[in-house]
């Protein structure tokens, strides 16, 4: 945006002439370049179109301006590319502020081409970092450990309010997302697995596998994976925000430990909440597959929920229950641990959320192949 006309009446107006095209004349700085005048970000915004046009390459003309200071001349040096254009007319003065700027003012260094050396020491700050993390969460999981057994011998002194608080936020407004997710997994499983079964007319076994399936690994794996991405990264998100505002340094001034009125009420809700999560998920997955396995294979839903208990032991249950309660402890540590390590700013916030979810995600991953390594002997 060019200066408007009331501007370029001013004579203490900033101004820049360009050569007209193909001329040989140099382009003129008149008015005044200075600090005050550079205020304006309309004005300022409209000389640097203008330089823009002028080309670092032309000739220049300083004498007719009425003042430079060191604000006016970095702008025209930064035009310049830091460097004089061969054809400068200035004053004597303007020639040693420029010579001024050519001295101090430093300039890029060029690109370092990362060798041997600097990327084993770039692996190494990654370790030590990775270290320092992992020995914060097991010094929070210990914390926790203490706050649940202080708990259990005074339990008229623990945040019930926050407990339910949190149990409720973190369970019962996950029912919706989760029974759809599971209805959907439950009917593609189901018309995926009809068209393999009908080849080799076991039909029957639908039950078997669908059972199987959702009840010991899909079901829980999903529930955990929704509840990490959606509850895990509002966890960070509340711990980090109250980083930022200074909550957290409020509270330990105050005397009140993070770990029992932060931590413990999270992780216990959590606890609590994800096998009654991972039942709702299962049980809707199971609906979807069985309305599935009708459509496809004829399979009435009255032959389907009477096969069903004899196709999955308890032991499958069980299982499936005790990996939710890990997958809820897991999930809240997590979440806990990266609010806690938010700085002050909302960009440490953004990054600590992002890895919140994506650690909280690939640790129940890993789990339940733990599990499913540690106990593939349970349920069959």
Known sequence: MLPSHRMQDDPTTPRLLPPAPGADAPARVLGQWTAAQ???PQLLRGLQALLQQAGPGAGWDLTGAERLDHVGAQLLWDHW????PERLEAT???HAMLERLARYTCPEPPARRAGLRQAWLALGEGVLHKAHAIGDFLH??????LNLLRLVRAPHTGP????????VRTGATALPITALVGFLIGVVLAYLTARQLRQFGADAFIVDILGVALIRELGPLLAAILVAGRSGSAITAQIGVMRVTDELDAMRVMGIPHGWRLVMPRALALAVAMPLVSAWTTVCALGGGMLAADAALDITPTYFLNALPAAVQLGNLLLASSKSVVFGLLIALIGCHHGLAVEPDTQSLGRGTTASVVTAITVVILVDALFAVAFRDVGF
Do not use: C, K, V
């Open 81 to 84: 590319g830091g460097r004089r």
């Open 160 to 167: 019930w309010r926050d407990i339910s608080g949190h149990l």
């Open 38 to 40: 550079f205020a304006r």
């Open 140 to 145: 929070l999981t210990g914390e926790l450990a």
């Open 92 to 94: 004597p003065a303007q």
